[in-house]
T-cell receptor
Framework: AQKVTQAQTEISVVEKEDVTLDCVYE???????LFWYKQPPSGELVFLIRRNSFDEQNEISGRYSWNFQKSTSSFNFTITASQVVDSAVYFCALKGGSQGNLIFGKGTKLSVKP | EAQVTQNPRYLITVTGKKLTVTCSQN?????MSWYRQDPGLGLRQIYYSMNVEVTDKGDVPEGYKVSRKEKRNFPLILESPSPNQTSLYFC?????????????????FGEGSRLTVL
């Protein structure tokens, strides 16, 4: 069975702090895909990143970075120098290579205060 | 403009009155899916479709039906809605490839349909 766990339900930080959102996954597939999505207060779902299981390189995009560790089945997301506009619910998601369904974690609500 | 369009965006209905939420995408995507979002439960997949005439159950399919007669459309049907189907529903689509290392692309989501069943 596939599973995605986002243990942090809510996080609150002050602007300019760095923050890491945790994502731990379970799958029996050797080929799989991991995603992060952002849902701002306006409600839409915004794609942030896709990573496949063969690519363990960490990725940086501006203030965002992702740390993929197969050894610990984790795909953590770090925001550096957070801003108020980063306030949103962030979802981690997993799709196994042999599965057609994409499983989401329950999300982490990030509040960045000025 | 590339988009996934859901209708209606908001609906209040009563128990037992059949309803359909339409979903259409203009990106020629093979993969389409329906999710429901509930507080504390995140996004849960209802049904998905890998291509025309191919549909499969997700994690919470009970009480829902879907069809995929055309590539661009993937309607969600509630034959006899009940209050526990009150939720925010999202339709999504993506390119999909069976090639190793390719797999599903970015999921494009519709704006959501907020359904209330009284």
């Amino acid at each position: 069975a596939q599973k995605v766990t986002q243990a942090q339900t809510e996080i609150s930080v002050v602007e300019k702090e760095d923050v890491t959102l945790d994502c731990v996954y379970e799958t029996r597939d050797t080929t799989y895909y991991l995603f992060w999505y952002k849902q701002p207060p306006s409600g839409e779902l915004v794609f942030l990143i896709r990573r496949n299981s063969f690519d363990e390189q960490n990725e940086i995009s501006g203030r965002y970075s992702w740390n993929f560790q197969k050894s610990t089945s984790s795909f953590n997301f770090t925001i550096t120098a957070s801003q108020v506009v980063d306030s949103a619910v962030y979802f981690c998601a997993l799709k196994g290579g042999s599965q057609g369904n994409l499983i989401f974690g329950k999300g982490t609500k990030l509040s960045v205060k000025p | 403009e590339a988009q996934v369009t859901q209708n209606p965006r908001y609906l209040i209905t009563v128990t037992g009155k059949k309803l359909t939420v339409t979903c259409s995408q203009n990106m020629n995507h093979e993969y389409m899916s329906w999710y429901r979002q509930d507080p504390g439960l995140g996004l849960r997949q209802i049904y998905y479709s890998m291509n025309v005439e191919v549909t499969d159950k997700g994690d919470v399919p009970e009480g829902y039906k879907v069809s995929r007669k055309e590539k661009r459309n993937f309607p969600l049907i509630l034959e006899s809605p009940s209050p526990n189907q009150t939720s925010l529903y999202f339709c999504a689509s993506s390119l999909y490839s069976d090639l190793v290392g390719s797999g599903p692309g970015e999921l494009f989501f519709g704006e959501g349909s907020r359904l209330t069943v009284l």
